[in-house]
């Protein structure tokens, strides 16, 4: 089955920049949609942005527009997520989602097929 890799987190402190990676060696990821979620201690997994098999279609939790953006690159087979003008709140644990076949919300976490193992983010002073 697909085996997906996150990779980017770490510390930053509030107002900082972080670029998450999503990859998978053995499978090309232009067949999935992929999304982007993440999980705060207590609470529940949120869905943060996704994006279509094409690259052309995106979508953002509200949380996150403006300064969120996620992207594509079919030659390195790799998912991406920037994160500009980090708050406390985005801390969390991020996980990198494909989804085979979507005709739900994209945001919604029941849509997406394999799951990688999540990578954390802090933002911090």
């Known amino acids: 089955q697909l085996q997906l890799v996150e990779s980017g987190g770490g510390l930053v402190q509030p107002g900082g920049s972080l670029r998450l990676s999503c990859a998978a060696s053995?499978?090309?990821?232009?067949?999935?949609?992929i999304g982007w979620f993440r999980q705060a201690p207590g609470k529940e997994r949120e869905g943060v942005s996704c994006?279509?098999?094409?690259?052309?279609?995106?979508n953002y939790a509200d949380s996150v527009k403006g300064r969120f953006t996620i992207s594509r690159d079919n030659a390195q087979n790799t998912v991406y997520l920037q994160m500009n003008s980090l708050k406390p709140e985005a801390t969390a644990v991020y996980f990198c989602a494909a989804a085979v076949r979507m005709f739900g919300p994209c945001v919604l976490a029941a849509e997406y097929d394999y799951w990688g193992q999540g990578t954390q983010v802090t933002v911090s002073s």
């Open positions: 994006i279509d098999r094409s690259g052309n279609n995106t």
């Open positions: 053995k499978f090309t990821l232009h067949y999935y949609a």
